[in-house]
């Protein structure tokens, strides 16, 4: 086997978007007939480094081998044709296409012929096992058909070398299950496959050898066989750093949200939230930890009122009047009259709670307009608003009548947590508000997340760096897909602990099978 | 009320009628196709007619006499400036919405505004260099040629008057609109294009080169529309260019690409009736003036029902193109 070279080898492979350096001399072969499992946290690089070899982006630093010919990838038509195939996590399918009219777009220039294509369709359908009607529209398809839609796309283009980013955060298991299957067909086809995942679980069920990435940098590769969920637990989030983030101690805590079996189903019937219960309490940081697309946003949503539940209570002790409430009886005005704030900062940080083209002042007015009587608007109380968060928060901005998409990206998430602090709230929920921050903004952030906390405010925070949550959470609560693993004390929660609390599945039964 | 030979000029004048539609809807549905919206069909409607009607001008102008006229060169002559003039104006628009990303709604009602006023000042050039008292331009030896039909069409009775009494630009609007349709529906090229219009950012990762089907798809769109302002002033209006005669034929064509739900093919009775709500006016005996111009909604009308009745039944297939309207940027990093 070590005679012939590998399909794909990289040696020293390095990356950098700016001062971001996405991934760090990294070394990987992957030999044909063999599944390779790429194992990371998010943001470890795992998507880039496949991307390179996809032809999307250019490494700055090292080589790439084909079948030991070192190659340059400059584009996907290049990475098409060292026989290269990516299936991407955002599938790209017109909607309107059949399956096969999607999979032949962009080849060939040949003669139009759609039922010979159909039947070649049907032929690398039969030969892999997937079940798809060639003819049928990509509109009436599950997501897992238009993944195998996706598949047969880069096989009928002559892939050998097949990338699959995340395939299974779509899939239901049985789902998941069915695409395991074809992929070690292909496998023993002789295919040379990389398998992108986060999921420990998977990673033992399917692949042949492990290689961990973690914050960019190339750790190790292990034979599956070999090897065992804690170990690569270990490999994948590391030893602890210390990042010194004040935690003062609770004062007199008192339960202020208290979430009792809830659940709720997103498209097509998955479970976004499967049986959640917790409390959050006053004066108090509530860390929520998880891989990205666990539950956390729509979590927070229910409490907030924007989801639809199909069970469970959620309880709120109201301070004022001391009496219990159900939000779920609410709508999301009512709850915010209650003091339940949530700021959001989405991935593009303007996509929810902010206009870019607005200035502060009408920003804050968003949130505030319904308590205006007249016909006109009353713009003097928000501006004082908006000079307050500015002078408190020291926003950098020529002034309050700046439009916020102007600001730095730091500046327009203190306007966003500033504008929710504002309000006096009795809970509030924080979802990664030091997305793409840099350090001195982030410990802005976590300060005036801890002054809140010793105003006797429950805060709930969605964090993505382990790090960050063991320092500044009294408590972390750990999603993993839909469901509540564990709530771990922030004191003495040991990283690889949450790590696998985030990535294992039935977590309950083996972990105590295991002892 | 209908004796046989009203309801026969009936057809036929619809017909008439329906063809610049059909021209600019099946221009405006190649457009779409690629995922532009492009408002100003009405404008480029109108400078394809003018530009037929300089080139025509301009023609006889040589002549030392009317007899001296040449078949071939009388037809050519306009044909090419009109496609000349809307392509330019097809052009302008793709600049604008496909290399600048100008928003697509605004870029077409300012160009159907020039294109409209574009047309009037020329026009009324034109008719100030011939000196006439009208206030309008004859090109009645010019048209002759557009409106030759075929002699026999005269001793076939009812069957003559509705199929072979046309000249040859009705044919080529027909054939135009089922060759458009084949194109979409039958070949990898129309497939592409369908692609580009749906989803450019699939269709660019697929290899297919997204602006080069964008301004291909829009400016040939824009040179068949163009043909219907030709069709309006040589064939149906016989020649005679009076501004603002165009009317509002260009907006009827953007409501027939709703009410063919973007097929081509769909679009030649979807014209024929249009046509025929259009004129129907003039065959109601008794109606008042004021009355009859109600009569001119009803094409609309039937487009709002149409509209109403596909959002309904919420098929994908009757849907305009997913993209319609939206700038492509390609993802950069």
Wanted: hydrophobic share 40%; glycine share 10%.
């Amino acid at each position: 086997m070590n005679a012939t070279p590998a399909a794909i080898a990289l040696r020293g492979v390095t990356k950098k978007f700016g001062h971001v350096v996405a991934n760090k001399n990294v070394d990987l072969d992957v030999r044909r007939g063999e599944i390779l499992a790429i194992l990371g946290e998010n943001g470890s690089g795992k998507t880039t480094l496949m991307n390179m070899i996809s032809g999307i982006y250019y490494p700055d630093e090292g080589q790439i081998f084909i079948d030991g010919a070192e190659v340059m990838i400059r584009s996907p038509k290049d990475a098409f044709h060292y026989k290269i195939g990516m299936i991407h996590q955002h599938f790209k399918l017109v909607d309107i296409f059949s399956a096969t009219e999607n999979i032949i777009l962009g080849i060939g220039d040949g003669k139009y012929n759609l039922k010979a294509a159909e039947s070649q369709v049907r032929e690398i359908s039969e030969r892999y096992g997937f079940v798809l009607a060639p003819d049928k529209k990509i509109y009436d398809m599950s997501v897992s058909e238009k993944q195998t839609v996706e598949i047969i796309k880069v096989l009928y283009r002559g892939a050998d070398i097949l990338i699959l980013d995340e395939p299974t955060a779509v899939l239901t298991p049985q789902e998941t299950d069915k695409l395991f299957q074809v992929l070690r067909r292909m496998r023993d086809d002789g295919k040379a496959i990389i398998i992108i995942t986060h999921k420990l679980h998977e990673v033992l069920a399917i692949s042949d050898r492990v290689s961990v990435l973690r914050k960019g940098e190339y750790i190790a590769t292990v034979n599956t066989a070999e090897t065992n969920e804690s170990e690569l637990t270990e490999m994948m989030v590391g030893k602890k750093i210390s990042l010194n983030i004040e935690r003062s101690e609770p004062k007199a805590p008192q339960d202020r949200l208290i979430v009792k079996n809830i659940s709720c189903e997103g498209v097509m019937g998955r479970k976004m939230l499967d049986d959640v219960s917790f409390t959050a309490r006053s004066g108090e940081i509530l860390g929520i930890a998880g891989i990205a697309g666990s539950g956390q946003k729509e979590l927070l949503e229910a409490i907030a009122g924007l989801q639809n539940l199909s069970g469970g209570d959620i309880l709120y002790n109201d301070p004022k009047t001391m009496q219990t409430v159900d939000l779920r009886d609410k709508s999301p005005t009512e709850i915010r009259e209650l003091g339940v704030r949530l700021s959001f900062v989405p991935e593009d940080r303007l996509g929810m709670g902010l206009v870019g083209n607005m200035d502060i002042i009408d920003n804050m007015m968003l949130r505030s307009y319904r308590r205006g009587h007249s016909m006109f608007l009353n713009r003097k109380d928000p501006r004082d608003l908006a000079q307050r968060i500015i002078d408190d928060l020291e926003v950098i901005t020529p002034g309050a009548t700046t439009p916020v998409r102007r600001l730095s990206g730091g500046n327009v998430q203190k306007v966003l947590v500033g504008r929710e602090i504002s309000s006096h709230p009795k809970v509030l929920m924080a979802a990664y508000p030091v997305r793409g921050l840099d350090i001195n903004s982030s410990y802005l952030i976590y300060n005036l997340l801890n002054k809140q906390k010793e105003h006797g405010v429950a805060v709930i925070f969605v964090g993505e760096d382990l790090d960050v949550l063991i320092e500044l959470c009294d408590r972390i609560l750990v999603l993993n897909s839909g469901k509540v693993t564990g709530i771990v004390d922030g004191r003495t929660a040991k990283k690889e602990e949450i790590g696998l609390l985030m990535t294992k599945t039935d977590y309950g039964t083996e972990v105590q099978a295991n002892g | 009320m209908f004796s046989m030979s009203v309801l026969v000029t009936f057809i036929h004048q619809a017909i008439m009628q329906g063809i610049p539609i059909l021209y600019g809807s099946t221009g405006e549905i190649l457009t779409e196709k690629s995922g532009h919206l492009n408002l100003g069909i009405p404008g480029i409607m109108y400078a394809g007619g003018i530009s037929g009607v300089i080139g025509a001008f301009l023609y006889e102008e040589t002549l030392p006499s009317r007899d001296a006229i040449n078949p071939v060169l009388a037809v050519l002559i306009p044909l090419l400036s009109s496609i000349l003039g809307s392509l330019l104006m097809g052009l302008l628009y793709c600049f604008l919405t496909v290399t600048l990303r100008a928003n697509q709604n605004v870029t077409g009602l300012a160009l159907t505004t020039f294109g409209v006023g574009f047309g009037n000042f020329f026009g009324a050039s034109l008719v100030k260099l011939t000196g006439s008292e009208i206030p309008s331009v004859a090109l009645t030896n010019t048209s002759q040629f557009f409106r030759a039909y075929l002699p026999v069409a005269d001793k076939l009775g009812a069957f003559g008057q509705i199929f072979l009494n046309y000249g040859f630009m009705t044919y080529l609007a027909i054939i135009i609109a089922f060759v458009s349709a084949y194109f979409l529906r039958k070949t990898r090229k129309g497939l592409y294009l369908r692609a580009v219009g749906e989803n450019p950012a699939t269709a660019d990762a697929a290899g297919i080169n997204v602006n080069r089907y964008k301004y291909t798809a829009t400016c040939v769109g824009s040179i068949i529309a163009g043909l219907g302002g030709l069709f309006y002033v040589m064939d149906y209006a016989c020649g005679v260019w009076s501004n603002e005669g165009f009317g509002d034929r260009g907006w009827l064509a953007i409501a027939l690409v709703i009410f063919a739900v973007w097929r081509p093919d769909l679009g030649v009775p979807g014209s024929i009736v249009f046509g025929g709500l259009y004129i129907v006016n003039q065959f109601v005996t008794g109606l008042p003036m004021r009355d009859s111009e109600l009569f001119k909604m009803l094409p609309y009308i039937v487009t709002i029902i149409v509209l109403i009745f596909t959002s309904i039944r919420k098929k994908r297939e009757l849907q305009p193109p997913e993209h319609l309207g939206l700038s492509y940027f390609r993802e950069e990093r």
